[in-house]
């Protein structure tokens, strides 16, 4: 459904679409192999003519069909790849996926493609709190009914409820940059994340190197059946749907023709009725809310998916690879739709003063 020509661009930005691809994903398993191999060559363990075959290899170059058939009956999709550019380097084959294995090229592939991921989202959270700032700026006296438990409350001013919102954003986005720290790293261990493939301190050397040649964290020992640190990010995530989510909602309730206060600058066509010519529905709310509440939903689920047994446990990181890149597509369709909401935002400041006591429509009076 979310590859649905028709629906996509309403649970997810291209951009997002694009990281998470299956061409972006197998491209990824493949520059971690190729960035394993460099560094073991420049460690000396493999011939540099190796790394430099190794180096030129590319996805073009495989047979997606073969690797979906060699997908279906091993249940890893490593195995197929490595068949198949083994067979490409002819003489250099053996020190392709030297010493690695399975897990560690598709952790560290996923710990890129997450760090790419949320920069993408970060830049979107930045330019929705830009449009915030612009609306506080531009209501900053702006007066209009509190309301509590469903109830007129008592006066407040509008940029009030804005920086909420906006501080709440702010909060969120932190909490994603310091889930990164604990959570986007390298995975280069071997059967059972302790290197016994390596000699001596050869295995922690080309960890690091290969972190510091991808711009990912190093954990010790492994991280294989240890994921609390994507956990931590996807969790992050959720939270952030919930904020957006809980933010449209409102929004779309303050847009309802009761009460009429908020609206989202009308285009032709926009938010048409198909049997109410008369309707202009809410619509940009109405997706955050929709898109950020199966966000948060679906980020729910990744707690379930750190419960692994022993040293790996493929049941729950199989998971996995649906659970996080559709957190990361929804998130981004969420950040999006609320980028849309606040760009678009009209405010009938008429209709906020309308409802305020009589005695308090003075808004110098009320703001100073």
Avoid at 42 to 62: F, T, V
Wanted: charged residues 20%; hydrophobic residues 40%.
């Amino acid at each position: 459904m979310l590859e649905f020509g028709l629906y996509r661009d309403c649970f997810s930005t291209r951009d997002m679409r694009v990281i998470w691809s299956e061409h972006s994903t197998i491209s990824a398993w493949l520059k971690v192999e190729q960035t394993l191999a460099r560094c073991q060559a420049d460690a000396g363990l493999i011939p540099n003519d190796a790394a430099c075959a190794i180096e030129a290899l590319s996805p073009q170059m495989l047979d997606k069909d073969q690797m979906q058939a060699d997908m279906l009956i091993v249940g890893r999709p490593i195995v197929g790849l490595i068949q198949q550019m083994r067979e490409a380097l002819g003489d250099h084959a053996k020190y392709f996926h030297f010493r690695a294995t399975t897990q560690d090229i598709m952790d560290t592939a996923l710990a890129m493609q997450m760090k790419i991921g949320l920069a993408e989202i970060g830049l979107d959270v930045q330019r929705l709190l830009t449009l915030l700032d612009q609306q506080i700026d531009h209501h900053g006296g702006t007066m209009m009914m509190g309301r509590t438990n469903g109830q007129h409350a008592v006066p407040m001013c509008f940029a009030t409820k804005l920086q909420v919102w906006k501080s709440e954003l702010v909060r969120r986005q932190n909490a994603i940059d310091d889930a990164v720290l604990r959570g986007v790293n390298v995975q280069i261990g071997g059967p059972v994340g302790d290197l016994r493939a390596y000699d001596n301190d050869d295995g922690s050397q080309i960890k690091r190197t290969v972190a510091h040649a991808l711009g990912l964290g190093v954990i010790d020992p492994h991280w294989q059946n240890a994921r609390d640190g994507i956990a931590e990010i996807v969790t992050a995530l959720g939270a952030l749907c919930a904020t957006i989510c809980k933010i449209s909602h409102n929004v779309n309730l303050l847009s309802s023709t009761d009460i009429s206060e908020i609206a989202e600058t009308h285009e032709t066509g926009r938010g048409a009725s198909s049997a109410m010519a008369h309707k202009q529905n809410q619509r940009a709310s109405e997706f955050g809310e929709a898109v950020g509440r199966l966000g948060r939903q679906r980020a729910e689920q990744i707690g379930e998916l750190t419960l692994h047994q022993h040293e790996r446990s493929g049941g729950v990181w199989i998971g996995e690879w649906i659970v996080v890149p559709e957190v990361f597509l929804l998130t981004s369709g969420a950040v999006n739709w609320a980028g849309k909401l606040f760009g678009k935002l009209e405010v009938d400041t008429d209709s906020m003063r309308r409802k305020l006591p009589e005695a308090t429509t003075n808004t110098e009076t009320l703001v100073h």
